[in-house]
């Protein structure tokens, strides 16, 4: 989308894990004001979309590369492939041509650390030798590593990500969108261990053969106390940058009952009339979370017990039957919306729903809609058994047969049959008469008169 869609309210569906769309009425919320080349707020429950701008625009995502790459190793000890406690020796193919100005945990070749430290390197200090080192490991070189990253988006269903290495070096190939990185950091949230490590404000990596105990500070301003721009209510995720991508941040942040990620691609960092320096990816993640948290709550707008509308029924003595929702809906709504505002409309797979029918059926869907924009889709179940009159499924299964293209060649056929039948027994009784009268000896006229008997 090449255009900021602000003012934007978004409905969370339980049943459904889909992207909603964005109506009219939230021209009541004010504008979050987010300038970076791209921005996205997603609620973590359905994946429904809060704010959006140019999320699927195709743009360097510098070290937010390495949450794929984190979720690739979590996935090799999900499957047992490695473990966390297991030692990687690094080797000198791992280290070759990475940036000296480029982040580090200061890891030389032969150190030997755990899968789990180097993940700790990986995504704390956002150490590129950590990436590599965990790339080889996992699929033997640097360069099959990337064919799995890229394989592993387009699972995923990332349509605007292709990556050319594991840590984020600028490459003019090497690009992801807001959204895809949704879809990658929504997978790797899945393991515990992920967020363990992404949200550690800091880390003490133990001794190993060549280095001393080192300390790692996150790289997250967001999550690190006493800093400007610390906000209690985020957690994790990731930072990047360089002079091509600016400045990236995937963060996920509760407040009360909601679970949001935003991910901020292309923001600036300018430097302050008193010498430092602020960083917008931070600035902007902030002001996401309060417009959202301080402009949105949950309405249940539906709930499973309630009776949602009636179905018309055939080939029973009960003319319908109840409806009620699969699931519950709840809706994230501009305060000051209300349930009453929506629209709702009813789709039956058949109308009518033909008996006989179980309770449990799913015989539609309700759709929620505010202002002609669909918002939520639910299944609708029948909340009762309905049985079928036999008499009736046999008159519908009779008409339906004659109305078969083979009954009716059957029914012409008979038809046929019996014209020619009836053609040939009126022939037929024609000349049996015919010839009966001039062969068989049949009294002639006149042959007899009666008349006295003569004495």
């Not at 004010?30 to 701008?53: C, Q």
């Amino acid at each position: 989308m090449k255009t900021k869609r602000f003012l934007s309210i978004f409905f969370l569906v339980l049943l459904l894990a889909g992207q909603l769309t964005v109506p009219a009425e939230a021209a009541r919320v004010s504008d979050p004001a987010v300038e970076a080349k791209a921005a996205l707020l997603v609620d973590r429950k359905t994946g429904a979309v809060i704010y959006s701008l140019n999320e699927h625009s195709e743009l360097y995502p510098a070290s937010l590369t390495k949450i794929m790459t984190c979720l690739l190793v979590l996935e090799a000890v999900d499957e047992g492939r490695l473990t966390l406690s297991q030692e990687i020796t690094a080797t000198p193919s791992a280290l070759e041509g990475l940036a000296e100005d480029g982040s580090t945990a200061g890891i030389e070749a032969g150190e030997i650390l755990t899968v789990e430290e180097l993940l700790y390197c990986l995504m704390v200090v956002s150490a590129n030798e950590a990436g590599a080192i965990l790339a080889e490991k996992v699929s033997g070189t640097v360069d099959s590593f990337v064919d799995r990253m890229n394989a592993r988006a387009a699972e995923l269903g990332c349509e605007n990500t292709h990556f050319m290495n594991p840590h984020g070096y600028h490459d003019s190939q090497h690009y992801t969108s807001a959204w895809d990185l949704y879809l990658i950091t929504r997978a790797a949230l899945e393991y515990p261990m992920f967020m363990n490590v992404c949200d550690a404000a800091s880390h003490t990596v133990p001794a190993t053969n060549v280095s001393g105990e080192r300390q790692l500070n996150n790289t997250n301003f967001l999550i690190r106390s006493g800093r400007d721009y610390y906000n209690p209510d985020v957690h994790g995720v990731k930072t990047g940058s360089h002079s091509q991508a600016g400045n990236c941040l995937v963060t996920t942040a509760q407040h009360a009952s909601m679970d949001l990620l935003c991910v901020i691609l292309g923001a600036d960092r300018v430097q302050k009339e008193d010498g430092s320096w602020w960083t917008y990816s931070f600035d902007y993640t902030n002001k996401l979370y309060d417009w959202a948290f301080g402009n949105f709550s949950y309405q249940t707008v539906l709930k499973e017990d309630d009776v949602a509308g009636e179905a018309p029924v055939s080939l029973s003595s009960t003319d319908h039957v109840t409806l009620r929702p699969a699931k519950a809906v709840e809706l994230l709504l501009p305060k000051g919306v209300t349930p009453e505002d929506l629209e709702k409309a009813i789709a039956l797979k058949s109308d009518p729903v033909e008996a006989p029918i179980a309770e449990g059926d799913v015989l539609g869907t309700l759709t929620v809609s505010l202002d002609g924009e669909e918002c939520a889709t639910v299944d609708l179940l029948a909340l009762t058994d309905v049985e079928a009159s036999r008499l009736r499924i046999f008159w519908r299964d009779l008409k339906n047969f004659f109305s078969t293209t083979m009954a009716k060649v059957i029914l012409a056929v008979a038809l046929v049959l019996a014209v020619l039948l009836g053609g040939w027994k009126l022939l037929f009784s024609r000349r049996r008469y015919r010839y009966g009268r001039s062969v068989g000896g049949g009294v002639r006229r006149g042959s007899y008169r009666g008349g006295r008997k003569r004495r």
